[in-house]
């Protein structure tokens, strides 16, 4: 398949995942993130705000704020910059999702990226939705990149190019790769 077919067959299975498998799935990957020792020496994560096809970050947000430094993305044009999330001090943004007020902070700080993603595959590829705006932001970090998602996303293999960021491991409810 290529990436549309793939885009478009994801988008067909994360349909029939129910709203109580998304919790579920979500309090899974939790778990094995908090699992992993580059989490635990971590200090400050880059985790997302999902859409409703994502895996949910809702949990995440709420267990980690106060334990770690949390930050978000923000749509900035054709690039996401990096902002410092609370609660108190967010509005509706691109896409329709929550995101922090504030100065945007430079991206060196960062250990640790949570990243969403369309799919991704056994070999640590992942295939996001087709604007590029993870790779060009994972592409100047030094951080250690967590693809999450549905086990429905992991497939055997994905088609990558030059400019496709692999991460260094990828979580799903039932495994760590």
């Not at 108190?88 to 922090?100: H, L, M, N, R």
Request: hydrophobic share 40%; with cysteine; aromatic share 8%.
């Amino acid at each position: 398949m290529n990436k549309q077919e793939i885009r478009k067959e994801i988008k067909r299975v994360k349909l029939g995942i129910s709203k109580e498998d998304r919790e579920a799935a979500a309090m899974e990957v939790m778990a094995k993130i908090e699992s992993l020792s580059q989490f635990a020496d971590a200090k400050n994560i880059l985790l997302y705000n999902a859409l409703p096809d994502e895996l949910p970050t809702e949990c995440m947000l709420n267990k980690w704020e106060g334990e770690k430094n949390l930050f978000l993305p923000v749509v900035d044009g054709d690039n996401l910059v990096v902002k410092r999330y609370d609660k108190e001090y967010v509005k509706i943004g691109a896409f329709g999702i929550i995101e922090p007020l504030g100065a945007e902070i430079d991206s060196d700080i960062i250990d640790f990226i949570i990243v969403p993603a369309v799919a991704f595959d056994r070999n640590l590829n992942r295939l996001g939705r087709g604007k590029g705006y993870y790779d060009r932001l994972l592409s100047e970090s030094k951080a250690f990149f967590a693809g999450v998602g549905y086990h429905a996303q992991l497939l055997n293999n994905i088609p990558v190019e030059e400019h496709d960021i692999k991460m260094n491991c990828i979580i799903t409810e039932r495994e760590i790769l």
